[in-house]
Structures are given as C-alpha cells and as structure tokens.
C-alpha cells in the first residue's frame, strides 16, 4: 500500500497561472481531503468529499475547486493563483473504523506564489 | 459546531522531563478527538485518538492523553520528553457522524531542550 500520495511535492506559480494538485490513495476509503497548513494558523480545510460523486466546502474553499474523479482520486484546482495561496497543501483520506473516522495524510505539497 | 483550542503555539521542555501540551475543545455532541504529530518537512501522523472507550488513552511512543468531559480538556503528556519528540503536534475534533469534518487546532510545536 502506497498510503495517500501527492503530486507534485513542490511548485512555483506566478500570480495568475493555474495549476492542479493531484492526490491519490490505495486503501479504498470512501472520503477525501484537502488541508492548508499556514504557520500559526494550524490545519485549514479546504475541501472534503464524503464519497465519489460528493465535494463540499471547508473553512476555507475561496480559489479554489475539487474534483473527486473516482473513490481514488480527489484532486484541487487553483484558476488563478494568488500569493494568499502560497502554503503547503495536505491531502488525507479516512476510514471508518469502530464507528469513527481515522484520517491518514500525504506528504504534502508546497507551493509558492509568486 | 466543534473547536478545539491549543493553549501555547510553543513549548518548551528539557530532556527528561514531563511534557504537557494542552488542547481544549468545545463540541455539542460526545466528541472523537484525535492527537497529530508532524515531524519537520514530513505529513500528520496519528499519535492517539478517543472514542469513549477509556478517558486515558495510551499512543505511540509513550504518549498519551486524559478526556475529561468537566473540563472539556484532552491534554497530551509524556513522562520524559526526548529529543526525537521535537514536532508540532496538534488537537482534532470530530462528533459521532460518519463522514463529518475533522477539525484541527492550530498546533503546538514541542522544543526540546538539551
């Protein structure tokens, strides 16, 4: 089992260009999410999916747009980057477990805007 | 609606000795809570979670956490820090409902002082 993996680990965006953040995971978990983590501002959510088909809104979902392709994939979209969105951006994916939700999260990837 | 608060962004502790890093939470239902740690440029790692089945909960690396539902608190605690703790570490939230959001507090990053 690969886990939750991230593509691509780092990238650099002038203000403007759009680029997509692909997560994947192998353990066949239902939902999916995607995190901002910002120094002092701890773990933000952005988007979640509670399953394939399913994306709702997080804390902070302005600029940006999911896709949930498949029960694998749940990708994030920024159209056009800001330097607001410079950040390290976490996927993770769940399961339920004894009647709760376990998370497990990628590796992360960190964009800057320029 | 959950919250969780983490009283610190940092804390210090010297080797060998007790570490306390504490998380507040505020939910309208029994909650699930969870402990993260993230190692420097790596993801979240789960330390511990409660679910009700016992309010001291024991996790990895010799960690572990009280719920006490009167002081709505889950603080985190080791009796003898060491070096390899040095990480942020942060508090989640979640209720009882499948596929609910997991709330994060804003992360205490743990020095260890030699």
């Known amino acids: 089992n690969a886990g939750v993996t991230q593509t691509p680990k780092f990238q650099v965006l002038k203000t403007g260009q759009s680029m997509t953040l692909q997560c994947a995971q192998d353990?066949?978990?239902?939902?999916m999410y995607w995190y901002r983590q910002d120094p002092g501002m701890g773990l933000r959510l952005i988007y979640y999916?509670?399953?394939?088909?399913?994306?709702d809104k997080g804390e902070v979902p302005n600029g940006y747009n999911v896709s949930r392709l498949n029960k694998r994939e749940f990708s994030l979209r920024l159209e056009s980057a800001a330097p607001s969105q410079t950040s390290v951006y976490f996927c993770?994916?769940?399961?339920?477990?004894?009647?709760?939700?376990?998370?497990?999260f990628g590796p992360g990837t960190r964009l800057l805007v320029l | 609606a959950q919250s969780v608060t983490q009283l610190g962004s940092h804390v210090s502790v010297s080797e060998g000795a007790l570490v306390l890093l504490r998380c507040n939470y505020s939910s309208s239902v029994p909650p699930y809570l969870f402990w993260y740690v993230q190692y420097p440029n790596q993801g979240l790692q789960l330390l511990l979670k409660y679910t009700s089945a016992a309010t001291l909960v024991k996790g990895i690396n010799g960690f572990e956490a009280e719920f006490k539902k009167s002081e709505t608190s889950f603080h985190l605690t080791k009796p003898s820090a060491h070096m390899s703790d040095a990480a942020e570490y942060f508090c989640a939230v979640s209720d009882r409902r499948r596929d609910d959001k997991i709330i994060f507090g804003k992360g205490t990053r743990l020095h260890i002082l030699p």
């Open positions: 993770a994916s769940s399961e339920l477990r004894g009647g709760f939700e376990t998370q497990y």
């Open positions: 999916s509670a399953s394939e088909g399913t994306t």
């Open positions: 353990m066949n978990h239902n939902s």
